[in-house]
């Protein structure tokens, strides 16, 4: 059975030094199960200045058992509730699936240790987007590109940081502004902006969700 206790202190852990990490842990819903995690793209790599999405699910032995991570495919509402399309908000990496999101990484497998914390595990993450693993690939066609085509990798993976992983540059008040006007209320949208770093988009989805 999953030690919520655990989760809540890990939660708050991560609270108290979001502002220093950049990692950012927050329950779906009131189930603790469901947790979204995000991660700043680190300094120096083509995913720097993004902001990524990781769907959070843990299992029933947590936290004998490791947690469940992916990258999120985001869906984007514009204009409408009603209209919709998919667009990609995972990095593009050998370790990381274009496809679904799944990440290779051998703490989310047989490496896991109930001494690690949702925390460690993102920062292992993150480390990840430094440093590939291109022999071990989750994604063998990218995992070829970046061993025999690098540069093309890295003009490839930063546009697509660029064009789905950038969080909006409005002002708060302006997409504090544009999130009301889709019908959500003030006090929610300016709780739910704070929740997720500003970033306009994954507000959205959050909302949606809630």
């Given at each position: 059975?999953?030690?919520?206790?655990?989760?809540?202190k890990e939660?708050?852990?991560?609270?108290?030094?979001?502002?220093?990490?950049?990692i950012r842990?927050s329950?779906?819903s009131?189930?603790l199960?469901?947790?979204?995690?995000?991660?700043?793209?680190?300094?120096?790599?083509p995913?720097?200045?993004?902001?990524?999405?990781?769907d959070?699910?843990?299992?029933d032995?947590?936290?004998?058992e490791p947690?469940?991570m992916?990258?999120?495919?985001?869906f984007?509402?514009?204009l409408?509730?009603?209209?919709?399309?998919?667009?990609?908000?995972?990095p593009?990496?050998?370790?990381?699936s274009?496809?679904?999101?799944?990440?290779?990484?051998d703490?989310?497998k047989?490496?896991?240790?109930?001494a690690?914390?949702l925390?460690?595990?993102?920062?292992?993450v993150q480390?990840?987007l430094s440093?590939?693993?291109p022999?071990?690939?989750?994604?063998a066609?990218?995992?070829q590109?970046?061993?025999?085509?690098?540069q093309t990798?890295?003009?490839?993976?930063?546009y697509w940081?660029?064009?789905?992983?950038?969080?909006?540059?409005?002002?708060v008040?302006?997409?504090v502004?544009?999130?009301?006007?889709?019908?959500?209320?003030?006090?929610?949208?300016r709780s739910?902006?704070?929740?997720v770093?500003?970033?306009e988009n994954?507000?959205?989805?959050?909302l949606?969700?809630s």
């Amino acid at each position: 059975m999953i030690d919520f206790a655990r989760v809540q202190k890990e939660l708050q852990e991560c609270s108290r030094e979001k502002d220093s990490s950049g990692i950012r842990v927050s329950p779906k819903s009131d189930n603790l199960a469901r947790l979204t995690g995000i991660i700043p793209g680190p300094l120096g790599t083509p995913y720097e200045g993004g902001s990524f999405e990781i769907d959070i699910t843990l299992p029933d032995g947590y936290p004998f058992e490791p947690p469940k991570m992916k990258f999120v495919t985001k869906f984007r509402r514009w204009l409408t509730l009603e209209t919709s399309f998919c667009s990609i908000n995972h990095p593009r990496h050998p370790n990381i699936s274009s496809q679904s999101g799944a990440i290779c990484l051998d703490i989310l497998k047989d490496q896991w240790s109930p001494a690690l914390t949702l925390k460690t595990a993102l920062l292992s993450v993150q480390a990840l987007l430094s440093a590939p693993e291109p022999d071990d690939p989750q994604d063998a066609v990218v995992a070829q590109q970046y061993l025999r085509e690098y540069q093309t990798f890295v003009g490839t993976a930063r546009y697509w940081t660029e064009s789905f992983a950038k969080a909006s540059s409005l002002g708060v008040e302006e997409k504090v502004q544009r999130l009301v006007e889709m019908g959500f209320p003030d006090g929610l949208v300016r709780s739910t902006l704070e929740a997720v770093g500003g970033d306009e988009n994954l507000a959205l989805e959050k909302l949606l969700s809630s």
